[in-house]
């Protein structure tokens, strides 16, 4: 059971909106899926997973001040960015959107024939009007048991030994981090059945940890896929992250401003 500083956030109380051949499952309120006691997790504004038929177009968007991390979990997606060449996501790969002073963008399935699985993060800035950027991560393996920095920015810059984008146009080119406009850094883990991994969070900064694939339990707190676990700055931190002994568990960790 999660202890009161932290907060559970089920994958069933997620809204979800099913439109243009995308089911989408938000946990935070997000266009027609309003749930106003989840309107965000400090900088967090939006974290949906979600799954596109082969072929899928979204609808266009114009995004501003905010940075938006993809990371394709299954397929490969197509980016079009106003100012910006089309680029193209594939299976485990990520990318970062610099909305900036604004940007407009539409994102689609890259395949005619294949599924796409998709997570989509926005964070708030800490900056506003700065010019829009983008950037891609090739495919890269999350190791075993271990922590892979995704994307970082302020006091990780260096610890993260950062690539990828300054904020106008890049490609990180090997498998350091997307470089993020906000003192937050985003981890993923794989961990094989039965196995643990300590969190290392930052001691004084808000988190969430969001159970991707399998199922798993933090601190003793059990979570299914879909499930996400929050704190603040001012709560004790998690420590570990155990997948149960029947299966294999895949999850996200966010650490970001108090």
């Known amino acids: 059971m999660a202890p009161a500083s932290v907060l559970l956030r089920r994958a069933a109380a997620r809204g979800r909106i099913v439109a243009g051949g995308v089911d989408a499952r938000h946990a ?3 266009g027609d899926a309003i749930d106003r006691a989840w309107m965000g997790w400090g900088a967090l504004r939006v974290l949906s997973t979600q799954a596109w038929e082969p072929g899928a177009v979204g609808e266009g968007m114009r995004i501003a001040n905010m940075e938006l991390v993809l990371l394709v979990l299954e397929g490969r997606l197509r980016i079009d960015c106003a100012g910006f060449d089309p680029r193209e996501v594939t299976a485990r790969g ?3 959107i610099g909305a900036g002073h604004g940007t407009d963008c539409r994102l689609a399935n890259a395949s005619a024939t294949a599924p796409l699985r998709l997570l989509e ?3 708030q800035p800490d900056r506003v009007n700065a010019a829009p950027g983008i950037a891609v991560r090739p495919a890269c393996a999350t190791a ?3 922590w892979l920095t995704l994307a970082a ?3 990780f810059h260096e610890s993260a030994d950062r690539a990828g984008c300054d ?3 890049g490609a990180a080119g090997d498998d350091r981090p997307l470089l993020l406009r906000q003192d937050a850094r985003l981890r993923s883990a794989g961990l094989e059945a039965g196995a ?3 969190l290392d969070v930052v001691a004084g900064r808000r988190g969430w940890l969001q159970l991707l694939e399998g199922a798993a339990a933090v601190d003793g707190q059990a979570l299914s896929a879909g499930d996400g676990l929050a704190w603040d700055a001012h709560a004790p931190a998690p420590a570990t992250l155990v997948a149960t002994s029947g299966a294999a568990a895949h999850a996200l960790l966010f650490e ?3």
Do not use: N, Q, T, Y
């Open 196 to 198: 643990s991994l300590a």
């Open 121 to 123: 993060a926005w964070i």
């Open 28 to 30: 935070f309120s997000r």
């Open 167 to 169: 904020g106008v146009d």
């Open 153 to 155: 920015g302020g006091e």
């Open 256 to 258: 970001l401003p108090a």
């Open 94 to 96: 990520a990318a970062w």
């Open 144 to 146: 075993s048991g271990a």
